[in-house]
């Protein structure tokens, strides 16, 4: 078998007693597309902060690259190429669409090479090349989405975690940030996407996990998934 990328094992997630995500597995191949869906209050915020180092695993292993990073302080995570664009965009409402971008070059690594991201953020998203000057808060949503994909990738990104990226959005700027995260892959970013449009996240996906109060519920590929007569009545009401 080859190595995994990201492989995550048994991991139960709380806040104080209450847990939020429970006995979860799952494998990130690189270069895919992996999808998380579910409801809200499912626990894919809570998964993602977990591998992100913001919150702590009460059981369970991550292993990323083959190394065990499950109690590895999160700037150490970003520095190996663990890079999350939060739900809610985050974006600087008085900081230019430059400024904002810059922010996103947080590793060592990002930092040393902070022109030559900009100018590949400025060719991958032409529309933040237009609006360099223009502060981040008069962007309409689906810009700062884009904005928000655009500081991730500043990061030199190995994974990027990508939380609810369409939340919020209109059904045709949804479709542009699907799209984008496709073009992500084909330049070969590794994606990890949670999302709570099943029907829309799984078109686009490789693999997938479908996540019912902190538990897995099914896995497969995102085909196998979109087919089931469950997932549909229950995610999609088909
Ligand atoms: N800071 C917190 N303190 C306590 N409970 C929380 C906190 N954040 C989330 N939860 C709970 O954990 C569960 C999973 O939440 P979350 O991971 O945000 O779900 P999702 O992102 O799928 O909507 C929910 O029941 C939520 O109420
Ligand atoms: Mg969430």
Redesign the pocket.
């Known amino acids: 078998m080859s190595p995994s990328f990201l492989k995550i094992s048994n991991l139960s997630v709380a806040?104080?007693q209450?847990y939020?995500?429970r006995d979860f597995s799952c494998n990130v191949e690189e270069g895919r597309i992996t999808a998380l869906v579910?409801?809200?209050?499912?626990?894919?915020?809570?998964?993602?902060?977990t591998l992100s180092g913001l919150l702590e695993a009460k059981q369970g292993v991550i292993e990323f690259d083959n190394a065990d990073i499950t109690y590895l302080p999160s700037h150490k995570r970003v520095e190996a190429g663990l890079t999350m664009v939060p739900?809610g965009r985050l974006i600087f409402p008085d900081f230019t669409v430059e400024q904002n971008l810059k922010i996103g070059a947080v590793s060592k690594r990002a930092l040393g090479q902070v022109e030559d991201s900009l100018e590949n953020s400025y060719k991958i998203f032409p529309k933040l090349d237009q609006r360099r000057h223009q502060l981040g808060g008069t962007l309409s949503g689906g810009e700062q989405q884009m904005l928000a994909l655009a500081r991730g990738m500043m990061a030199c990104p190995r994974l990027l975690m990508l939380?609810?990226p369409t939340l919020g959005l209109a059904p045709l700027i949804s479709d542009a940030i699907f799209e984008m995260v496709v073009h992500l892959k084909q330049i070969g970013i590794t994606i990890l996407i949670?999302e709570?449009d099943v029907n829309r996240t799984l078109q686009i996906a490789d693999n997938a996990y479908v996540?019912e109060?902190?538990v897995s519920i099914m896995e497969g590929t995102a085909r196998e998934i979109l087919t089931d007569p469950k997932v549909r009545e229950s995610y999609m009401g088909i």
């Open positions: 806040y104080e209450v939020a995500l579910g409801s809200n209050g499912a626990g894919k915020t809570t998964f993602l902060r739900e939380d609810e949670v709570q996540l109060n902190g």
